[in-house]
């Protein structure tokens, strides 16, 4: 069970060190989940950003939406660049050049800046075992460029490079399993996580932060203009990911998975891909493939049974 | 200018020995080039490796193509290798050989020729085959161009303790028993 | 807002800082999203339990936390998007036009 | 006169990176380069530099991990070669444009394909206009001292950007030779340790890096990197001047060879220079008025200091180991073409590009070069272009 932080979200601070005058999109699910991990780790932070949504939405010069001193270098290098952070403040720091002081160094990047361009040099941060959080915003897609396909994409969902035609429809692979390829690098914590549940995932982050090594945290990031739904969903999307077994919400701490997040009876996925103008072409045969599958995966994990529907 | 060729093979310690000859001459005041060929060559194949010495800086960097002295580490590289190629008129071979000497003078009649079975020293001493500090015994004898203290000091600087004490047992032999034949 | 009047978005060579580093933290907060707006969200205070679920779901960082715990929408930089109404639990936030100019 | 040591190229680079108590090491292994990391992973295992080496997975990397450590004001290391650099292409831009003091060595080598482990110039020349200062090396000597003014250069207030030391793969990497070691003493007085700046990211003082660059305002960003690499180059030279005073050995953009009364200039980069030079004594032996003219500083590009020196002799032959494909022969020849090309008085300027993949340049074909551009400049031959390939069997 995650370590309690904070008990309610009340106790989270006021003051926010991701703040407003961001320009995100209406309803945004990922500059909600920053606002929510900042609070939680707090000010004594440096952040990394790789390229994408994020990393634009927040720095339009001469504005920037960052409280705490924030780097943007480039598109797959930002676990690399934390890397050097780390060891520099370290060596620093053991010199004496730098006072000490605990730093939580935390790394933005979105799903194609983890799972496909970012890949290799997050491999090599967790490997080389820094003392860092990687915070993984996964929207799914290519959100910055309009909606592209990554390997983060799950199946059958429509993107502009993953059309939905009449031979093809919508992306033909599965949603690439990057939890698992985190999880062989045995490294102390990581977690999956969702906006929609705000406790659980600041409790997450801060575990993140305090943990000696590196942490990953894989948030879900509802997003309104790419997965084609009205803004104000947002919060129920990544309810309704979590509620159908889409999205599990656990962590696993020192090699140990439990799920954080219980759902004592699943939706049927219908419900979650239904409110979704990516999913709205799926056939009944699609649905029941995807069905099928989160019914194999929540089974792993122990989430409940599917009520009929 | 002295320029040197060594022929060895890779893992003989060719490079080795040109390294610490240049260690010794440098640590005399000379100045005095070693490198390699440059290359990804594997153990067994054929290597070569370059020397240069001189009293005043040594400004040319490219390969040796016309040495004073070769060097020739193991005897079985006469077969595919002419390792003569180049050599100054006058110049100096020294090869390891089990042969005697005057055998081994006839391809070479109009180089001067010094030989020494290093082999045989090699396993005397160190109990394997590894010739190239011996030759570079040898190479001193031939030249002259360091002081055996100075190459002793830098093969002692090279290979520490009792390796370094059976190096200098090998250069020192190697350059008692090396024939100059002229 | 004397900081607010060095923030320039079109800099001379000589006022654009080395390697273009933002000095100041948390600048955006001179940049008002609030006019992205179409539709503004009302909190009855009657109906308000101050649960803070819409300040903690606020995409935009736009709901203040008073020191009384009440949730007041801070029109500056509220986008509009709508989340507040739907996750409120006891529905006492409302989206209304915003009046045309 | 202070003693000579024996030291191998790769050796006395590594040396210098310790003298200068680097922070961090971020390096990826790359033949010819891999020397001069191995000897510094050593130092930092046996406790003699006390600094964190990161065994990155990239090159891409290596240099991600300096623009990281460099931020928070760690006095930073990589060194690279050939197709490490090639990948490391994007993130030099990125440490010149966030200003980061970074130094690096290069060990130039060929780029791919063919695959080719040797040495020229064509990686760094691909990767010249990142924003870095670039200097081009001949010697343990030199490589020594340069590192060591690089870091001085590079993290000056009025500088602040990242340095490439350049040397010819094996040529200058895998020689044994001599040089002279400045003192810890000296090192430590001339280059303390690195002034943390006041922007440096640290939670004290939040500062944002690499917004978003508008087209408002990118042109100004631009802009002010292109100046901060043009004043680098007098402040370069205080550096030099002030090593020099501690050290007795002076450097300078340019190194002249019996250049007075030369008919004939050869000019180039690298390793290859002191041959060159073997062959201006042999030219020279024989009648033939030549000299070398040995650049040293290619980033920022000296054109001024060259109009002034090259204006009046009659011939230049530029021999380089790199070219620009489809291009206007080797990017060394066409900036110091273009340098002259306004003067109303100028040399002619040849080109000629010779050493690529490690191929050997020997003495006798540095003379050849220089009685061509002396028999074009005199109208004896003819070249069908002012650049041409040497060493080419056809």
Redesign the interface.
């Known amino acids: 069970m995650t370590e309690q932080y904070f008990k309610s979200i009340k106790e989270l601070p006021t003051e926010s060190w991701f703040v407003h005058g961001e320009r995100s999109c209406q309803g945004c699910g990922e500059a909600l989940a920053t606002k929510i991990i900042m609070k939680a780790i707090g000010p004594s932070t440096i952040v990394v950003s790789a390229t994408g949504c994020l990393e634009i939405i927040s720095s339009p010069y001469p504005y920037t939406s960052w409280a705490v001193p924030w780097a943007h270098f480039l598109f797959e290098n930002a676990a690399a660049s934390a890397s050097g952070i780390e060891t520099g403040l370290r060596v620093l720091m053991r010199k004496g050049r730098l006072p000490k002081k605990k730093i939580n160094v935390t790394v933005f990047a979105g799903d194609g800046g983890t799972v496909d361009i970012g890949l290799q040099s997050l491999s090599g941060a967790l490997e080389r075992g820094h003392d860092f959080l990687y915070v993984c915003l996964d929207n799914e897609a290519y959100m910055n460029t309009g909606i592209q396909r990554s390997s983060s994409t799950p199946y059958a969902a429509w993107t502009t490079t993953s059309a939905v035609g009449k031979v093809i429809r919508g992306k033909p692979q599965w949603k690439k399993d990057i939890v698992s390829i985190v999880d062989a690098h045995r490294v102390p914590y990581i977690a999956t996580a969702c906006p929609t549940y705000p406790l659980d995932l600041a409790n997450k982050a801060k575990r993140g932060v305090e943990v000696e090594g590196p942490a990953y945290l894989h948030v879900f990031c509802p997003c309104p203009p790419g997965w084609r739904y009205p803004s104000e969903k947002s919060i129920l999307v990544g309810r309704l990911g979590v509620e159908t077994g889409i999205f599990p919400l656990y962590e696993i701490e020192d090699g140990e998975l439990g799920l954080t997040v219980n759902v004592p009876q699943r939706k049927h996925v219908r419900e979650y891909l239904k409110i979704q103008g990516r999913f709205t072409h799926l056939n009944e045969e699609e649905i029941a493939k995807i069905q099928k599958r989160v019914d194999e995966e929540s089974e792993k994990l122990g989430l409940g049974p599917r009520v009929k529907s | 200018m002295i320029e040197v060729r060594w022929h060895g093979r890779g893992g003989q310690g060719a490079v080795t020995a040109?390294?610490i000859i240049?260690?010794a001459a440098?640590?005399e005041?000379k100045?005095?080039?070693?490198?390699?060929s440059?290359?990804?060559e594997r153990r067994g194949a054929p290597v070569v490796a370059f020397n240069r010495f001189d009293d005043r800086p040594?400004?040319?960097?490219?390969?040796v193509?016309e040495p004073n002295v070769v060097v020739v580490l193991d005897s079985n590289l006469l077969k595919n290798v002419n390792v003569v190629e180049g050599l100054k008129p006058n110049g100096i071979l020294v090869l390891n050989t089990i042969k005697k000497p005057e055998e081994s003078k006839k391809p070479f009649l109009n180089v001067s020729l010094v030989t020494v079975n290093a082999k045989k020293i090699a396993l005397d001493v160190l109990g394997i085959p590894i010739v190239n500090t011996a030759m570079a015994g040898a190479f001193v004898k031939a030249t002259n161009i360091v002081k055996l203290d100075s190459l002793y000091e830098a093969v002692k600087k090279r290979f520490r303790g009792k390796a370094g004490e059976r190096n200098v047992k090998m250069i020192k032999q190697a350059y008692e028993e090396a024939v100059v034949l002229g | 807002m004397g900081e607010e009047c060095k923030l320039k978005d079109k800099p001379t060579i000589k006022e654009l800082p080395i390697a273009s580093i933002i000095m100041t933290p948390a600048t955006s907060r001179f940049y008002k999203t609030g006019d992205w707006r179409s539709f503004r969200p009302e909190i009855d205070k009657n109906k308000c339990i101050r649960c803070g679920l819409c300040w903690v779901y606020c995409p935009a960082d736009a709901i203040i936390r008073t020191e009384e715990g009440d949730y007041e929408i801070d029109l500056d930089y509220c986008k509009g998007c709508g989340v507040c109404p739907e996750e409120c639990p006891t529905k006492a936030i409302t989206m209304v036009e915003e009046a045309e100019v | 006169m202070a003693k000579?040591?024996?030291i191998e190229d790769s050796y006395a680079a590594s040396l210098a990176v310790k003298m200068a108590n680097v922070d961090v090491i971020s390096a990826y292994p790359i033949?010819?380069q891999t020397h001069i990391v191995e000897r510094l992973s050593e130092y930092v295992s046996n406790g003699e530099l006390n600094a964190e080496y990161i065994n990155v997975e990239s090159e891409h990397s290596a240099m991600s991990a300096c623009l990281g450590a460099s931020a928070v004001g760690a006095r930073c290391f990589t060194a690279t070669a050939g197709q490490g650099l090639a990948l490391m292409h994007e993130v030099l831009f990125i440490a010149a444009g966030n200003r980061l003091p970074i130094v690096m060595t290069v060990a130039n080598r060929s780029l791919s394909p063919n695959i080719s482990?040797?040495?020229d110039q064509s990686d760094m020349m691909a990767s010249k206009d990142c924003g870095w200062i670039q200097i081009y090396c001949e010697d343990a000597q030199e490589i020594f001292d340069i590192i060591l003014c690089a870091y001085k250069n590079a993290e000056d207030d009025r500088v602040l950007l990242p340095v490439a030391v350049n040397f010819d793969?094996?040529?200058?990497t895998?020689?044994?030779?001599?040089m002279v070691v400045t003192s810890q003493e000296e090192v430590d007085d001339f280059l303390p340790p690195r002034k943390i700046p006041s922007f440096a990211l640290h939670p004290d003082h939040p500062t944002s890096w690499g917004a978003v660059g508008f087209p408002a305002i990118q042109t100004e960003i631009k802009k002010q990197l292109e100046d901060a690499l043009r004043n680098s180059k007098s402040i370069m030279n205080e550096v030099w001047n002030q090593y020099g005073r501690i050290t007795g050995r002076y450097y300078d953009i340019f190194e002249p060879y019996k250049t007075e009364d030369a008919e004939v200039v050869l000019l180039l980069m690298g390793?290859?220079?002191?041959?060159a030079?073997?062959a201006i004594d042999r030219l020279r032996e024989k009648g033939v008025k030549a000299g070398v003219l040995k650049l040293r500083l290619f980033r920022p590009f000296p054109d001024k200091e060259l109009r002034s020196f090259l204006k009046d002799y009659r011939v230049v032959a530029v021999v380089e180991k790199d070219f620009s494909a489809g291009g206007l022969g080797g990017h060394l020849f066409s900036e110091v073409r273009t340098s002259l090309y306004n003067l109303k008085q100028k040399p002619k300027v040849l080109g000629f590009i010779a050493g690529l993949g490690?191929r050997?340049?020997?003495?006798d074909e540095f003379e050849s070069v220089a009685k061509k551009a002396l028999n074009i400049v005199n109208g004896k031959e003819k070249m069908e272009r002012d650049f041409m390939f040497l060493q080419v069997r056809e």
């Open positions: 040109a390294e240049a260690h440098i640590n005041g100045y005095a080039q070693a490198f390699p440059f290359g990804p040594i400004w040319v960097r490219s390969e193509y | 000579r040591i024996p033949t010819p482990i040797w040495g793969g094996f040529y200058a895998h020689v044994i030779e001599s390793s290859s220079c002191g041959t030079r073997i490690g050997d340049i020997r003495i």
